[in-house]
Each structure stands twice: as structure tokens, then as C-alpha cells.
């Protein structure tokens, strides 16, 4: 599907398909196992200047886009759908303060993520509030120039390794639109606290934990673009713009999987002959290669409406999410099932990549609440179809 993309977005590709398959697959079954951070790959990374794809020039980036990011994801998902989100999770942390940071904290905080020295992660989830992300519960209470923060965040990607955080707090708990605000809270600032690190079933090299916050009192040139109330709002458009680097994962462990698969349904013999020639593999095979397509081409289209500012681009990464992630669990579990008990056994490749690929349609927003979005977006569309109502009869007028 190289047609799709621009040369800039194949020089991006092919630099993160050099560093996967030389950096990370040889390495991604062991930090699957050890379930730690993979510093060696961070560091290959940021090398071969990945870090900086989607952060403009003038604070030390790329300049690159949305598309830009998610082929560089996909790359890296299709070797360890761990190490994409590891990646990915550094560009969800960070588009809140280039979408609506201050002057003064993108030249603060920009560069070093550009580098890929400064760690970032996304602090908007809460134990009691997962997909209703305006019921957070977490405080920010205004004194004088500071806030004091306290509360607690949960399932807080790549939270235990980072420097940086984005944390969404409510600041006014009597406004209904403008009760939450963003905060950008680094590791070393008092009253900030990794909590209990979850034990996962997938992604297992980037750390998932909980944030605690008690009594961290910040200055207000902490707070997310300077102004209150925001919060909610830079929140969803956030996640409007990295839901499709979600999608990329996902496409990336569909075809990793369907790579491993296409190997071994030619190399394994039964019956005499590779099981590749036998039909109803072949329509498995077919099957896969098909949706990875149709999906890879629905995040390429809905990532160039992100970087076009479409005004249908909560809905094209509603879209993209929904459809890339619910493929990549359909195209691993097949894969499985093409490696019969092999792939069932964690002596081989393609079980990681079904458990990869689970959490693709959690996070950043189920794939429930992304019908949901989509469903309200094309009803708010729709008044473009007015003229074929006259084409529908009252049922009154057929009497
Ligand atoms: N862009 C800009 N503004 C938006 C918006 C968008 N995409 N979506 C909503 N808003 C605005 C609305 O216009 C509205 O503004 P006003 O009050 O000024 O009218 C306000 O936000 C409230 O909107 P809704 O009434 O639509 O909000 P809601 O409470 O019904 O929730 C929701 C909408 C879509 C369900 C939202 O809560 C949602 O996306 N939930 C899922 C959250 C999510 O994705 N969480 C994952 C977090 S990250 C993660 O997974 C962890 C990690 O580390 C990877």
C-alpha cells in the first residue's frame, strides 16, 4: 500500500522497519517474559530519532504528522505491539501541550521528548472513572499562585518510566463544562508517587501503574496552557488525534501475526503436504490479508484527515480505532489458530501477539465508546440527507 503514502511517510517507515527488525524482535519475547522496561530499545529509538517524529521543528522535532507517527507504530507494533505503545504513548502524553500548552511550557518540555531523554505519559483515567472520562475525581484546589493536588490515577501507561505526566484533574467540581483541568506534573515534584504497578496480560514491556497524588502542590505555570476548565475538552482532542496511532498498533500486530502465519502454514507438513495447500488455511489466510488492508487503509485515510484538520476527524479516529483493533484480535487469534497447539504454547511467537493485541480494543477509549462517538457524530451529520425524506412515506399516506 506504498501508493498511499507520501515519500516522507516512507522514509519514516522504512527507518522504524530498519530499527524493529534489527533492535526489536530479537528482543521482545524477552521483555514479554521479564516484564520490564526495555531501555536498550528506548535508546535505538531515539538514535535513529523516532522520538521526534510528530514534534514541530522549532522545539527540536521532525515536523512530521499524524500519518507520520502511525507508520512508524505500525513498524514497530508489527516486531512487539509492547514496544508500540512504549513509542506511541510518548505522542498521547505530549499532544496536549502541543495542542494547547503555553509558549513557555513547549519550549520547556518539547525538546527533551523530541530527544527522547524526557519520558511522557497520559494521567486521565481514575478507578471510578474509565469511559466516563468527565467523572474524574481527582483535585486540583487553586492556592494563590500553586494548586495542591490530590487523588489518584489508574492504568497510566508507560507512568512508572516517565519523567513527565499530563494529569487532568477537576479544579472546579460546581461547573459542568468547565470542571476539569490539565497539569503537567513532573516525577520528582513533591507529593507525586508511582503506586501499584499492574501485572498485565499484554504490552508487557511498557509499565502500566497508578499515579498517587497527595498534597502535590505545583505552580500554576504547571497548568495545561494557563488557563482553567479546559481540561475536559484538550482531553478529547488528545485522544481524537492518537486514537489513530491506537489503530496503527493494532494493524502492525495483525500483519506481524499474519507474517509468522504465512511462514509456518508453508513450513509445517501434515497429511504430506504444507498445510498452506490446503483450502480452508488458504481462506483463513485470504481472509487476514484482506482486513489488514481494509484497516490499514482506514488508518492512512483517518490519520491525513487528522494532519488535514478535517472537520470529521473524531469520527474518522473513532472509526480507524474501532475497526484496526477489532481486525488485529480477529487476525491474531486466527494466526493461533493456523499454529494449532504450537500456537497456543509460549515457546512460540504469534500467542504474544493475540495478547498484544487485547488492550487495543480497551484503551484509549473501548470500543463501545467509539461506536458511541461515531453513532453521535454521523447523527450530528446528518442533516445533509434532508432531501431523501420526501422519498419516505408517513405511513398514514399509504392508507
Ligand atoms: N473534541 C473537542 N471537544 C469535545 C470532544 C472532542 N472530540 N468530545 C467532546 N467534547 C466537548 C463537548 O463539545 C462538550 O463541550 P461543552 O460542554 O462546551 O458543550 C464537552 O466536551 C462534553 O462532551 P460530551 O457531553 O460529549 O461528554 P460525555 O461525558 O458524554 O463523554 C465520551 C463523551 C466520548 C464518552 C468521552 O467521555 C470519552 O471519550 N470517553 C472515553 C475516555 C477514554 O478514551 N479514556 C482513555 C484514556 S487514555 C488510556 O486509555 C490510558 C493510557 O494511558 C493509554
Known amino acids: 500500500m506504498d501508493e498511499l503514502l507520501s515519500r516522507q511517510n516512507l522514509q519514516w517507515r522504512d527507518r522504524a522497519r530498519a530499527v524493529a527488525r534489527e ?34 521543528e522549532e522545539y527540536g522535532g521532525a515536523g512530521g504528522g499524524v500519518l507520520d507517527l502511525c507508520v512508524v507504530v505500525e513498524e514497530l507494533s508489527r516486531c512487539c505491539g509492547g514496544t508500540g505503545v512504549l513509542f506511541a504513548v510518548n505522542a498521547l502524553g505530549s499532544f496536549p501541550i502541543l495542542l494547547a500548552g503555553t509558549e513557555e511550557q513547549k519550549r520547556k518540555y ?13 494521567g486521565l483515567s481514575e478507578k471510578g472513572a474509565g469511559s466516563d472520562a468527565g467523572g474524574l475525581s481527582c483535585r486540583a484546589e487553586p492556592d494563590g499562585k ?31 463544562s468547565r470542571r476539569v483541568s ?13 503506586g501499584y504497578v499492574e501485572d498485565k496480560m499484554g504490552i508487557r514491556c511498557v509499565p502500566v501503574g497508578e499515579l498517587e497524588l497527595e498534597n502535590c502542590r505545583v505552580h500554576e ?8 476548565g479546559l481540561g475536559f475538552k484538550h482531553a478529547m482532542m488528545t485522544l ?18 499474519l507474517d509468522f502465519a504465512m511462514v509456518y502454514a508453508q513450513q ?32 492512512y485515510a483517518a490519520a491525513k484527515a487528522v494532519d488535514a484538520g478535517s472537520e470529521s476527524l473524531t469520527k474518522y479516529s473513532a472509526m480507524c480505532k474501532l475497526f484496526a483493533t477489532d481486525v488485529a484480535m480477529e487476525v491474531t487469534t486466527a494466526a493461533v489458530q493456523i499454529f494449532g497447539g504450537y500456537g497456543y504454547m509460549r515457546d512460540y511467537p504469534v500467542e504474544k501477539y493475540m495478547r498484544d493485541a487485547k488492550i487495543t480494543q480497551i484503551y ?32 398514514e399516506d399509504l392508507r
Not at 28 to 52: F, N, T, V
Not at 184 to 194: A, F, I, T
Not at 291 to 297: D, M
Not at 364 to 373: A, D, H, K
Open 268 to 299: 509445517r507438513q501434515q497429511f504430506g503436504q504444507p498445510i498452506s495447500s490446503f483450502q480452508m488455511v488458504q481462506q483463513m489466510l485470504a481472509d487476514m490479508a484482506t482486513k489488514v488492508a481494509a484497516a490499514r487503509a482506514l488508518v
Open 23 to 56: 533492535v526489536v524482535l530479537p528482543r521482545a519475547w524477552k521483555y514479554d517474559r521479564l516484564q520490564e522496561y526495555p531501555w536498550d530499545i528506548k535508546e535505538a529509538l531515539a538514535s535513529a530519532g523516532l522520538m521526534k517524529v510528530w514534534i514541530p
Open 221 to 228: 505555570s504547571q497548568l495545561l496552557g494557563g488557563k482553567p
Open 240 to 257: 481524537d488525534r492518537a486514537r489513530p496511532g491506537v489503530a496503527a498498533q493494532a494493524v502492525g500486530l495483525a500483519q506481524g501475526a
Open 364 to 395: 484509549e477509549g473501548t470500543n463501545q465508546i467509539q461506536r458511541l462517538v461515531v453513532a453521535r457524530n454521523l447523527i450530528k451529520e446528518a442533516g445533509h440527507l434532508g432531501h431523501l425524506e420526501r422519498f419516505i412515506p408517513v405511513p
Open 146 to 176: 500553586y494548586y495542591v493536588l490530590n487523588g489518584s490515577k489508574k492504568w497510566n501507561t508507560n507512568g512508572p518510566a516517565a519523567h513527565l505526566n499530563t494529569v487532568f484533574a477537576v479544579t472546579d467540581p460546581t461547573s459542568k
Open 110 to 122: 518539547l525538546p527533551g521528548i523530541a530527544r527522547g531523554e524526557t519520558l511522557i505519559a497520559f
Open 182 to 194: 490539565g497539569f503537567l506534573l513532573e516525577r520528582d515534584m513533591p507529593g507525586y508517587r508511582v
